[in-house]
Each structure stands twice: as C-alpha cells, then as structure tokens.
C-alpha cells in the first residue's frame, strides 16, 4: 500500500438498539484492525475529465458499529464523489421488529447497513458507521474519482502501396501522476479490448485497444484559395494539399465506436517489403459514420493558378450593388494517374475580397450556367455560404517528352446586395 494514502479500518463494538433509536453509540472498545489488501482494482477511462477507480477488499466486520476510515493525502480524490458498498450483501426475512426503513422493496432486510458517513473537518478523509447484525468477513467495494490517472489516443495508419485502404490501430496510453500504485488493475476504456495492468506510480502503460483492417480510403486534392498555403513568389498560385478521408462506418470496415482524438502517425507499403513514414496528424473526434479527414502535406505535382478575369458592379440602389465575378482555374496535373481536385470557396471570404462589406451578413450569391464551365453534378453546395466544386484531371502523358495539358475551369458569379 502506497504511503501517500491510506485506509483504516477501525471497528467498534456497540449495543444495536441505541443505535437503531438514533443515539450515539457507546463504545465497548476500538482497536485497529490490519488493513485488508486490495483483492481486486478496476480503473475506467471512458470518460476524458474523470477517471473511475473501484477497489475491492475482504473487510472483518463484528457484531454492532464498526467505523472504517478511509483517508488519503496527496491523491485527488474527489470527496464528494466516494461510494462505499458491500458486495453479495447478505439478506434475511424481515421481521416483525424491523424498522420499515430497514426493509428493502423486495421485501428482505440487509444484514449490513451504512448507517452515517462524517467527513473530518481539514481532513482528506471520510468515515462510514457499518452496522451488523452479526460478524462478517465482507467484500467490499469503494469507487472513487480520481484525478491525474489520464488516459490518451494515437493512431498508427499503414497505408497499401496503391492508396486504396489502409490497417488502423487506435492506441490508449494511461499515464499515472495521481500519487498512488494501483498494482495490478483491470483497464477498460469503455470500448475495444480490456486489458490487466500493473499500474505503479508515475508509470505508463500503452495498449493496443483495436485493430481495423481493409479499410478503404479516399485520397483528396484540395486547393484553397483563402486557407491554402502561398507559394512564394507567385501570387496567383496556392499549395494543394493530400488528405486521406476515412469512414468511421461497418460498411468501412469500422463503426464499432467512436474515434477519440488523438495524434495519427501515417506510413505506407512502400512495395519492397517495408515502410515509408508519410505524415502524421491529429484525428478529431469522429463518431459512428462520420468522417475523419488525415492531412498528408502539399502536392508538389498538381499545379493551380487561379486569375480574377472579370469583376465588375452593378448597381442596385444607393450604396448597394451587385458584383459579378468570372473567375478562371488554369490546373497541370503531373501526376502518372488520374485525380480529383476539389476547389472550396467561401462566399463571404469571396465579398470580402471584393466589396467593403465585412462578415455582417451571410453573401447571397449565384452561380450563372452562362460562363461556367463546371455541370451542376461537379458543384457542390455545402450549406448558405460555402461551395466546392469537383474537378477530374487525367493523368500525365506516359512519354516523358510529352507536354502536360492544362485544363481551364471557369466560374461565372454574382454577389447580390453588397456594398
């Protein structure tokens, strides 16, 4: 047992009927008895902000008022939060004497009853008043937040040489800076694999909670003109950055819980037997079929330039007018197979831009057919401010000789009511 906190179990012997009448018990005598190990420790982490301890141990009660003290110094312990229970209570029939307090709604009576808790003034400590009807070696259980016992994620991706699917393995890590040796502990977050644990002081532990296979993933292209990264010294131009998209669903191949948050190392088969580390990111929250969205970095070998062609105002009444844009995408793929790009506009980003109008109200906006190269099915309307639009670049030449041939997407908008 850990010398920064301590249980005492102090048992006394009184006569049961003042107590059942509410007076203070007479102490016969109090003796300390030997602590009880730990017959059993589980430590819960499903919850972020709390962790859940309940030990169990094999307590000697005698007959009357037993006084067990359970006190700690430097653990954080949540006082108000400690539960103390008996496990397999022993039960009998009630009878004619018994208090209908006493009496439980099935009609038996327990033969070991909590009676009063006191919490000691300036203390970390609380003590129960047990009473007995008659001697018993109890099992006991107390549970009990704790603080510092913290549980983290992280992901390993290993991705096929092809970018098809990938092997997931969400890793939990607990770290113990709580003050106290658990020793050997059930450890369950709540979901996947339970483990059992030694957990000493200022330890870590990491487990393997699951592991998906045959995942499918989709590799995205996106070009983002307002959160995109510059390239230097080419001010039409901005960075297309790779994303790895993964479906946290049972047709995916996952969607046995949600996805913590945590940081996801990336590798890749790499075709000769071994591994290529690729990236790594932090994955968000994703619950069941929601998705989760890997950052990779930024493709050298899909260029964009984006050119402003036409803006022009057209007024409407008196400092409002309406601003037309026709905005030209010039994209070289040198990529050896085919992509998809995704170009992400935001409306009120794109006023901005053009008007003096700042972020008071939503855009309203359209997108006219005359001038817009793109079909309906490659626009992509998010929600009332935010679009993409989905656009398929073939794959480079083979010969190496061979030219790569841009290809030209053009938008034709209005922004209505700006000013």
Known sequence: MSERRRIRWLVGVAAAASLLAGAVPAWGRVRLVTLPVRERVEIQLDNLNATLVEEERIVTLLKGTNHIDFSWSTVGIDKGMIQFRVVNMPLRRKRGDDPPSAVRPDGK?????????????????????????????ARVRVSYLVANLRPSFHYRALADHDERELVLRKYIRVDNLSGEAFG??????????????????NEAKQMLIWKFTGVPITKTYTFDWYGGQAVSDEPEQRYVAMHYVLTNSAKHHMGLFPLQPGKVRIFQDDGRGGEAFIGEDWGGFTPIDDKMKLYLGLARDVVVRRRVMKTTRHGVKGNLFDQELRIEYTIENFKNRPVLLDIPVNMDNLRNEFATQRGEF???WEILDDG?????????????????YHVPLPA??????????????TVHLMLRNVW
């Not at 480079?396 to 841009?406: H, L, Q, S």
């Open 109 to 137: 009576v327990e033969q070991i009853r909590i009676v009063h808790v006191a919490y000691p003034p300036g203390e970390n400590a609380l003590v129960w008043q047990v009473w007995t009807e008659k001697p018993y070696a």
């Open 184 to 201: 050997s502990s059930g450890i369950w977050a709540g979901f996947g694999n339970y483990f059992h644990r030694e957990v000493g002081l």
């Open 362 to 364: 939503d855009c309203e």
């Open 372 to 388: 817009t190269s793109l079909t309906k099915q490659q626009i992509e309307r998010k929600d009332v401010t935010n679009v993409v």
């Open 396 to 409: 480079a030449p083979k010969d190496p000789g061979a030219k790569v041939e841009p290809v030209t997407v």
